[in-house]
């Protein structure tokens, strides 16, 4: 029995090689960096309707923005590389706050979509083209938000000069391929406590995504921004400026294996028990 015990730990050895070994292949990160555009960031089309854009080698990652009023508003993603954090203007609105992807990076992407606490927000989905294990992203604030937030600006009022508790966050939700939701990930871009302490997500962060995961992998991520009461205006949109930026979705495809690879993985096992059958 030892030597039994012996064969088959040197197979499950060779089984769990052989799955690290695909779950290595099978993992990936979203940079952005494989992204063409010119410019700062994506520009957008003076005709209005949805626009298509993909990350991730140009395959896994499915993003899209929509223009409207003839190219002077958006909603969605969009790619960027914009630099110059000192322009806290809403005409460089897809500039990160730090300046830059997250790590020294070139390239990143921006959220930005409308909210408001009475009637709810709009959301944008990233489609995944493979079924996904998300692991983590990395967050951070806006040139033009973080400034709103510190300072205020034409339409929102600094934090520390609102009355009461401030919540401002972005909230993600995965999705399956039957169109289930996950319960949302929040990620707070910054808020103002009872001590009346502002906190911001100024500089990139990086956040785990693997509350977000669901039987069977995800074939979406769900984004959007929700803010309190007492930042909004009398109609119930945020006048805080509600964009976000991130970098560096990482995930593991969430594929099950083929049967030919299930065949050698049981093949190593058989072979193992072959072998101590004979020595004996």
């Given amino acids: 029995m030892k030597s039994l015990n012996k064969a088959v730990s040197v197979s499950s050895a060779a089984i769990l090689a052989w799955l690290a070994a695909v779950n290595t292949a099978n993992a990936g990160v979203i940079t952005f960096e494989d992204v063409s555009f ?39 993603f969009k790619a960027s590389k914009a630099t110059d954090a000192s322009d806290v203007t809403y005409q460089n609105d897809c500039c990160s706050n730090p300046g830059g992807g997250a790590g020294g990076s070139q390239k990143y992407a921006v959220f930005y979509g409308m909210s408001n606490t009475s009637y709810g927000t709009s959301a944008a989905t990233i489609m995944f083209s493979e079924a996904v294990e998300l692991v983590s992203m990395d967050v951070c604030n806006t040139a033009y938000v ?108 969430a594929a099950v294996p083929e049967p030919a690879e299930w065949a050698f993985a049981f093949g190593v096992t058989a072979l193992a028990l072959a072998l101590y059958g004979r020595k004996r």
């Fill in 146 to 253: 973080e400034y709103s937030i510190e300072n205020g600006d034409g339409y929102a009022s600094a934090f520390a000069d609102v009355e009461g508790e401030v919540y401002f966050n972005l909230l993600l939700r995965g999705v399956d391929i039957d169109g289930n939701y996950s319960e949302y990930l929040k990620i707070s871009l910054a808020s103002k406590g009872s001590d009346g302490v502002v906190v911001s997500l100024s500089d990139w962060s990086n956040f785990s995504l693997e509350s977000l995961n669901m039987e069977g992998g995800l074939y979406g991520l769900e984004f959007s921004i929700e803010g309190s009461p007492n930042i909004a205006g009398s109609l119930g949109y945020l006048n805080t400026p509600t964009y976000a930026a991130f970098d560096n979705i990482s995930y593991n495809l």
């Fill in 38 to 76: 010119e410019g700062e960031w994506m520009a957008t089309p003076t005709a209005d309707g949805v626009n298509d854009w993909y990350a991730g080698d140009g395959s896994i990652g499915n993003l899209s923005f929509t223009s409207s009023y003839g190219g002077y508003a958006w909603e969605g």
